[in-house]
């Protein structure tokens, strides 16, 4: 099957893709991702309340329709339900879809027998035979790297998956695993941890750099900073359901960073904040990944692809982030 990306010119060039192992090459090439989290969950989301099924499915098609192909979900998504939707919106459509989920370290999960067991049940709710990336969701202290890493080899090896990532690993984390892959000859293909210009952890202390030079995709989660970073919200229009609470210390302080993107967004023919943010990640050479609850968001979202910020705006929009997360 033909898969139709949109290539990433903010990531490696000819002779660094010739040096990242052919398997995971796919992953450097896609610019842009789709976040299913918001597919079913109440807690955080509110699934059912402003949004259902029909939105989602309009998202996802959106999306697809604009070139996003890469759908980055999770067996703990809306207890499985996430994977549902997205195994009946791939029947629904006759467009590939590049599709990524993630092994929940449940504490009663201690072998490295859970993984292919686990990606089995997520195979059955998606309805395909293989996933293009298997990822761990989260370390755990009740595994060890390498037992996870033995479970993930057996996946690729059963043709389960295309290939493997890890998620909030640290550097020291994500050595041992691109290691213990490597003993088989297997590359680790991406990293999925937090990173926004409201959340610049991973580049400061080296962990963008790092996947950088491992050939190792950074795959950029809540890059609006869960809608922060759209402008829509502000001391007298605070988000809705657990939002309100996780995100109320950095809400008083982001006016200045949603003018300064308004601005830069103006400059570039009317851009949104949202579509500025993306880019940010992008330029920075990762792969965002945002989460939208209907085709309007993931419209918008997806005209965050085709132009680029120059490198004096991102200086500018990095200097602000700076002084605001100090
Ligand atoms: N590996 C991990 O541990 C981990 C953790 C978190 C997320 N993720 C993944 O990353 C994906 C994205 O992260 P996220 O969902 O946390 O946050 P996000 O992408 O930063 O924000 C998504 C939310 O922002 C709002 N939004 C999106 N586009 C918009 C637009 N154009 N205009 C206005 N509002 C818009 C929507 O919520 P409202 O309309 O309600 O504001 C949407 O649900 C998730 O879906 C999931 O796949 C992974």
Redesign the pocket.
């Known amino acids: 099957m033909t898969v139709l990306l949109r290539y990433n010119s903010a990531v490696p060039s000819e002779d660094t893709l010739s040096e990242i192992s052919s398997e995971t090459r796919f992953l450097h090439a896609i610019e842009m991702g789709l976040?299913?989290?918001?597919w079913g969950d109440h807690v955080v989301?509110?699934y059912g309340n402003?949004y259902g099924a029909k939105e989602i499915q309009e998202a996802f098609e959106a999306s697809i329709k604009e070139g996003v192909r890469f759908v980055?979900?999770?067996e703990v998504?809306g207890r499985g339900g996430s994977e549902r939707f997205l195994g009946k919106f791939i029947k629904d459509t006759d467009q590939p879809v590049l599709v990524a989920t993630?092994f929940f370290p449940y504490p009663w999960r201690l072998r490295s027998r859970n993984l292919p067991n686990a990606l089995k049940g997520s195979l059955e709710r998606i309805g395909v035979e293989g996933v293009d990336l298997y990822?761990i969701?989260?370390p755990t202290p009740l595994m060890s790297v390498d037992t996870m890493m033995d479970g993930m080899i057996e996946c690729v090896k059963s043709g389960m998956t295309r290939t493997v990532g890890v998620?909030?690993f640290n550097q020291t984390r994500m050595l041992a695993a691109y290691s213990a892959l490597a003993r088989q000859n297997i590359p680790l293909a991406s990293n999925?941890?937090?990173y926004?210009l409201l959340n610049r952890k991973v580049e400061k202390d080296g962990t963008l750099a790092r996947c950088k030079e491992l050939g190792v995709r950074l795959i950029a989660?809540?890059?609006?900073?869960?809608?922060l970073?759209?402008g829509?919200?502000d001391m007298r229009n605070r988000?809705?359901g657990s939002?309100s609470g996780s995100l109320a210390g950095i809400l008083p302080k982001i006016e200045p960073l949603i003018k300064l993107m308004t601005t830069i967004g103006q400059d570039h023919g009317g851009k949104?904040n949202?579509q500025v943010a993306l880019n940010w990640t992008i330029c920075k050479g990762t792969l965002?990944?945002?989460?939208?609850?209907n085709v309007?968001?993931?419209q918008?979202?997806a005209g965050a692809l085709g132009w680029k910020l120059t490198d004096d705006e991102v200086a500018k929009l990095d200097e602000l982030s700076d002084q605001i997360m100090k």
């Open positions: 976040g299913a989290w918001q989301w509110q402003e980055d979900t999770a998504y993630k990822q969701h989260w998620s909030n999925q941890v937090h926004s989660y809540s890059p609006l900073e869960q809608g970073l759209t829509k919200y988000p809705s939002r949104a949202a965002p990944i945002p989460g939208a609850k309007a968001q993931a918008e979202n």
